[in-house]
């Protein structure tokens, strides 16, 4: 069985700390207010190592020194080490994020994916949300739509039409919530939570996940205008669908029936979407030419 000491060292190694600067770390919470000397003949490490290691993290933020006491130092309390080092991951994502943008691919890449992590999903949902211009189609469970219903909010925010089926009661800042029909029932014959998302009618993925959202079943994502419009096609049908479904349940005049299916059309429907445009490009471009008409000589 794992010791709490090795779990910690595991995980503060995770984090990017090495061995010995994970002990010192543990040991600094166990004793603060140690000098360097008494920090190394606590551990048993040389004296010199040891002050490398804590100049090391006290620039990873992890150790805080007071100078006017000989120097002595304390280690950062956990929550104040969590907000550190994800300060830090922020930042350093973000610089990279601004890297890469300048690191040109070498076209597009219209291959079929599968994720394998939940962190993967999100992260590549989020980012889906974040550079969508045209419109956002989704048909999420509770555990997927509480992830990322910040990022949905903020495409709506942008101008983006965004229209998602739910299956309990939710509400999103400017988007088409859809209730599914008998929603807990759908969720309860599920082994998992769903996610489909599908951007510009360019970029769709679909995830099963375990019930707590921890795993994943079965993930797959692509940039294939041909699978990301098909599958926009469709589910703007479903929306259309599930909220006229619910309208005639309702009782809602035929008047009613007709303009809430013209202004879900002209949300949903996104004929300037990039995937349609493209994918009708590329159907243009393989048409094969006609024939010319022979000329026809009058006797």
Partial sequence: MTSVRERCTNELRGLGMTLLEAAIYLHLVRHPRS???????????PTANVYAALESLR?????VADQAKRRVFRALPADGLQRVFAERFRDRTRRLEDALAQWKGSGDDTGVYQLTEPEQVFAQAQAMLRHARSVVLGDLFPVPLARLKPALEAA???????????????SLRGADVVMGVRGRDVIARWPGQWLALV???SEYLVALLSEDGTSVIHSTWTKSPHLAWTTHSSM?????????????EAGESVRDLKALVARMERRLRAPEAPGYKRLVGEAKKKRAPRSPARATRKA
Avoid at 59 to 63: H, L, M, N, P, S
């Fill in 35 to 45: 000098t360097g000397y008494a920090v190394a003949h606590g551990l048993g490490k």
């Fill in 59 to 63: 620039k990873k933020g992890a150790v």
């Fill in 156 to 170: 709506a925010a942008r101008g983006v039409p965004v229209a998602v089926q739910v299956y309990e009661p939710a």
């Fill in 199 to 201: 951007t510009d009618g």
């Fill in 236 to 248: 703007s049908g479903d929306l259309l669908a599930t909220r006229l479904t619910a309208a005639l």
